[in-house]
T-cell receptor
Framework: DQQVKQNSPSLSVQEGRISILNCDYT??????FLWYKKYPAEGPTFLIS?????DKNEDGRFTVFLNKSAKHLSLHIVPSQPGDSAVYFC?????????????FGKGTHLIIQP | DTGVSQDPRHKITKRGQNVTFRCDPI?????LYWYRQTLGQGPEFLTY????????KSRLLSDRFSAERPKGSFSTLEIQRTEQGDSAMYLC????????????FGEGSRLTVL
């Protein structure tokens, strides 16, 4: 069973517009959520995170929103730039002592069109 | 470069052969993780170490897989009697003690089993 779901395999957005990537989770024990970005032939790199005690975290062009009741989070990128084209993974962890690693979604391939 | 390094970056082997991957984490990081990523999937947790102790293993880690982290520094992941289904990217990540969630990934070791 997939505990972290990214239902959009790909997303195409025009340069300068807002990119919104979505993620749903099923495990109510998850209390820390992260977004990773991955370019081809490279390992994932950390982008932004949010604790379950917050509903929003912002870092420059990147904002993550968390809706605990809906078990949903989203990553907003505005304005989108060509260098944002990559695969974005949503990940979650249970800091209370679960798997102790991260559980990842399958990723969304974001394509920024000029 | 003081990031996570993995070796080799690519390995092609014949079915039934043994392969070993090495990971050198960021030096001050106590935790070290191994993940596996196949095409179209997100990274899947395999195992993790806190210093030299292997604290958790996923059910994905069959008895053909063994991981070590002698002296709490570098780690090796060995796959014995490789099968075609073992073809994947093997990612190593490290994290500092006490920080929730964020992992620093290496560039991965891609395994192709013919």
């Amino acid at each position: 069973d997939q505990q972290v779901k990214q239902n959009s395999p790909s997303l195409s957005v025009q340069e300068g517009r807002i990119s919104i990537l979505n993620c749903d989770y099923t495990n109510s024990m998850f209390d820390y959520f992260l977004w990773y970005k991955k370019y081809p032939a490279e390992g994932p790199t950390f982008l932004i995170s949010i604790s379950s005690i917050k509903d929003k975290n912002e870092d420059g062009r990147f904002t993550v929103f968390l809706n605990k009741s809906a078990k949903h989070l989203s990553l907003h990128i505005v304005p989108s730039q060509p260098g944002d084209s990559a695969v974005y993974f949503c990940a979650a962890s249970d800091s209370g002592g679960g798997a102790d690693g991260l559980t990842f979604g399958k990723g969304t391939h974001l394509i920024i069109q000029p | 470069d003081t990031g996570v390094s993995q070796d080799p970056r690519h390995k092609i082997t014949k079915r039934g052969q043994n392969v070993t991957f090495r990971c050198d984490p960021i030096s001050e990081h106590n935790r070290l993780y191994w993940y596996r990523q196949t095409l179209g999937q997100g990274p899947e947790f395999l195992t993790y170490f806190q210093n030299e102790a292997q604290l958790e293993k996923s059910r994905l880690l069959s008895d053909r897989f063994s991981a070590e982290r002698p002296k709490g520094s570098f780690s090796t992941l060995e796959i014995q009697r490789t099968e075609q289904g073992d073809s994947a990217m093997y990612l190593c990540a490290s994290s500092p003690w006490r920080i929730t969630g964020e992992l620093f990934f290496g560039e991965g070791s891609r395994l192709t089993v013919l």
